[in-house]
């Protein structure tokens, strides 16, 4: 049944037909638990997928959610499906909203996180002089427009130092909030793609929200692994995607907008004709919801996608969720940093379902960790690799050219990871 909604929709049917089938139990239920998730996802009866920081399996009935639709499309047509859709979409902002904290006109429907951070982005008229108030943490894409920003329009990037225990010292962003010259935006990235950091973003979105300035929260690495509550944040704008922890599919991401951002009247640099109507020969008025925030043309079937995804998400409760995940995710850093040769990289005073390591090679210089992702891949092992490109600063600081990410999920299993941990055993020695 749908969180919150007390009925079954349509798109969990199979969900719902899996869970008929009767299971083996422990005395807490985990074990049934982790039964059905890997009954609803298919994918692990074929590798070991320890890939969710970049694209997680999705159960079948986001597949199925995703396929329908694209059936219904190339047998009534395009505009028409989408029409016959229109309850489907609707319920899936209201998924969206509750499992962020908001409700359905606060969200916004969009390609990728990147694209919702950038929408968010383009809401403020920045003038030579404005300040972002950034970590050194954010994820490249984030730090990129940043630094566009300064060349194209004179805004001063300032990176907050961090805590001594990894993260962002929110101290120190509570000073520079409390400066002659106030930020004119605080952007954070609240799990970094390059680390299993959690960074303190309610504390962050307190001394925001004390000190009237607006905060944007890239979520995501978060959304699907986190409990997330825009009100409790204190966020005028949360970024997430579908395919990573959320498991969702690829190539359609989500923007939530606050109802504050939305009274002040923010809309993006480049408005359509679904976030704005044309009133005028001269004039346009932004609509009243998150939507003046998408494009008319939307992926609908990776729309529905995503409301399955979310829906799921909200079923099995993001605490659970949460709590196998951070528990595997713990696992993994104590038995690969444990491997002669592996070093965990791993800082901060929370950490996340992302693992990273660096594999040392001769001389110690760390090896291309794209060669170990490939060696576990013909094992049927799925990891991923980064370089110092997608990191510069925590590269830097940690003194790595390359590392290996582990990112488990709920679905996985101990087994899986002790797995990994044998074949990554051999692929160092």
């Known amino acids: 049944h ?57 159960p079948s009935v986001v597949k199925d959610a995703i396929t329908g639709h694209l059936g219904r499309e190339s047998s009534a047509g395009g505009y028409e499906a989408a029409d016959a859709a229109a309850p489907l979409l609707a319920d899936t902002y209201a998924a969206l909203g509750e499992l962020v904290g908001a409700t359905s006109r606060n969200i916004a429907v969009v390609s990728s996180a990147t694209r919702a951070f950038a929408q968010a982005l383009s809401a403020f008229d920045f003038a030579p002089g404005d300040i972002i108030l950034t970590s050194t943490d954010d994820y490249i894409s984030n730090q990129l427009m940043y630094l566009s920003l300064g060349r194209r329009c004179g805004v001063q990037v300032v990176r907050v130092p961090d805590a001594p225990e990894g993260g962002v010292d929110v101290d120190a962003v509570v000073r520079a909030l409390k400066g002659k010259v106030r930020p004119r935006l605080v952007a954070l990235t609240w799990i970094p793609t390059n680390s299993g950091l959690i960074q303190p973003a309610a504390a962050i979105g307190v001394a925001c929200r004390e000190a009237g300035v607006p905060f944007l929260l890239d979520a995501c690495q978060a ?13 005028d704008y949360l970024a997430a995607t579908a395919r990573k ?181 051999q692929l160092v020695s």
């Open 2 to 58: 749908l969180a919150g909604h007390g009925r079954q929709h349509p798109l969990l049917q199979h969900a719902a037909d899996t869970r008929a089938v009767p299971q083996p139990v422990n005395r807490d239920g985990a074990e049934a638990d982790l039964i059905r998730w890997r009954a609803d996802t298919p994918g692990c009866s074929q590798r070991i997928h320890l890939n969710n920081a970049g694209a997680a399996l999705m």
């Open 223 to 235: 959304v699907g692994q986190l409990g997330v509550d825009m009100r409790a944040l204190h966020c």
């Open 245 to 425: 922890f959320l498991r969702g599919p690829r190539g359609v991401g989500v923007l939530a907008v606050s109802d504050e951002a939305l009274a002040r009247g923010d809309f993006p640099l480049l408005v359509d004709m679904r976030g704005a109507r044309w009133t005028g020969a001269d004039t346009f008025a932004p609509v009243d919801d998150a939507r003046r925030f998408e494009e008319w043309e939307l992926p609908y079937a990776l729309v529905l996608g995503l409301g399955a995804a979310a829906r799921y998400a909200l079923t099995e409760g993001i605490p659970a969720i949460a709590a196998r995940a951070h528990a595997l995710a713990a696992e993994t850093r104590a038995l690969l940093g444990g491997i002669p040769g592996v070093r965990s990289l791993d800082r901060g005073a929370s950490l996340s379902a992302i693992a990273t390591f660096e594999i040392s090679g001769e001389h110690g210089v760390s090896r291309d960790s794209r060669e170990i992702v490939l060696a576990l891949r013909e094992q049927g092992i799925n990891t991923s690799g980064q370089s110092r490109g997608d990191a510069v600063i925590d590269f830097d600081r940690k003194s790595v050219s390359s590392l290996l990410r582990v990112s488990p999920h709920y679905y996985n299993t101990r087994d899986e990871i002790m797995q990994l941990r044998s074949a990554l055993s």
